[in-house]
């Protein structure tokens, strides 16, 4: 399982999960400082591709901008 802010970099490693929360960069993989709530909300999303059978080296995008 891998949360990646850099989805072309993360691609050639073939990450067997990967999630790229968009449009956090480096730094903020997770979002903004104190935001528990969006914070726990990717970190659910990205335990959750546990369960998704995608081939390896795919990267999901989700969108946290709201």
């Known amino acids: 399982m891998l949360i990646t802010v850099s989805p072309n970099e993360s691609e050639p490693a073939g990450p067997p999960r990967a999630l790229y929360p968009k449009p956090y960069e480096p730094g903020s ?10 914070q726990a909300r990717i970190l659910h999303d990205a335990l959750d591709l546990l369960h998704y059978p995608a081939e390896p080296g795919t990267i999901i995008t989700k969108d946290y901008s709201a």
């Open 29 to 38: 993989s997770l979002g903004q400082p104190n935001n528990t709530q969006i």
